[in-house]
């Protein structure tokens, strides 16, 4: 059975034999992990820190 390497669509045999499947390599298997993680970084937050907390961090304790 064939199937592409998800990062450079090489044909790849599923078999035991390649222990990266179903990525043709490490390396390959790498750089799709690495994909998935740079684009979680680049989520941005659903809550920015305020200008007013960084200045006054204990403003929210005075009431
Ligand atoms: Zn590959």
Known sequence: ?????PTCKTPVEWSEKN???PFCSDRCRLIDL??????DYRIPSREPVS?????????????
Do not use: F, K, Q
């Not at 059975?1 to 390497?5: I, T, W, Y």
């Not at 690495?34 to 684009?39: T, Y």
């Not at 200008?51 to 009431?63: C, G, K, V, Y």
């Open 1 to 5: 059975m064939l199937v592409d390497c």
């Open 19 to 21: 222990p990266h499947r």
């Open 34 to 39: 690495g994909a998935w993680a740079s684009e």
């Open 51 to 63: 200008e007013d907390d960084l200045i006054n961090p204990d403003h929210h304790d005075t009431h």
